[in-house]
């Protein structure tokens, strides 16, 4: 099942090419309207998920460096014992995998994880976030459905 890496290679591709082209394009904290609902404004998270320990002083980015490479090793060695029908939990574990190496990057290359799509309504703002965060996203709610939908093994 490693075929499915081509997947997770995708994402963070297409990942760090929307985060360059934020980097270029929109100048930090100054959002620009897309659609009444939709902002893309340039900010960093030094955190994880909504910004947590983003304040807590430098040492969490490694910490948070390191399990993002953990996990994708976890992950890519669960993905080898996949069964060929289990194509959905494949696509999640590399959406998943894909997602948390595009941040990973961020890490090490920029002063935090770049996000860049910010959606609101009526004045409430959903936390910034990225590509890499909805692979992330994605990857999780189809391993779910994946284990739901999944018969028990003995």
Same mark, same amino acid.
């Given at each position: 099942m490693l075929r499915w890496l081509?997947? $997770?290679? $995708?994402? /963070?591709? /297409?990942? @760090? $090419?929307?985060k360059l082209a934020a980097e &270029?394009?929109? $100048?930090? &904290?100054?959002?620009?309207?897309v659609l009444p609902?939709?902002? /893309?404004?340039?900010?960093?998270?030094? #955190?994880?998920?909504?910004?947590?320990?983003?304040d807590a002083g430098g040492w969490q980015r490694w910490l948070f460096l390191a399990l993002a490479l953990g996990v994708s090793v976890g992950l890519t060695l669960w993905l080898r014992r996949l069964r060929r029908d289990e194509r959905l939990a494949a696509a999640g574990i590399?959406?998943?995998? #894909?997602?948390a190496l595009g941040?990973?990057?961020?890490r090490i290359a920029r002063p935090?994880?770049?996000?860049f799509i910010?959606?609101?309504?009526?004045?409430?703002?959903w936390p910034a976030f990225n590509l890499a965060d909805s692979a992330l996203t994605l990857g999780v709610a189809a391993l779910l459905w994946s284990?739901? &939908? @999944?018969?028990?093994?003995?």
């Open positions: 081509w997947l $997770a290679a $995708a994402v /963070l591709v /297409l990942d @760090q $090419a929307a &270029r394009w929109i $100048a930090p &904290r100054a959002p620009i309207e609902f939709l902002d /893309l404004v340039l900010t960093y998270n030094t #955190g994880a998920a909504f910004s947590f320990l983003a590399t959406l998943v995998v #894909g997602g941040n990973a990057v961020d935090g994880v770049a996000d910010d959606l609101h309504c009526c004045g409430w703002h284990a739901w &939908r @999944q018969p028990e093994r003995p």
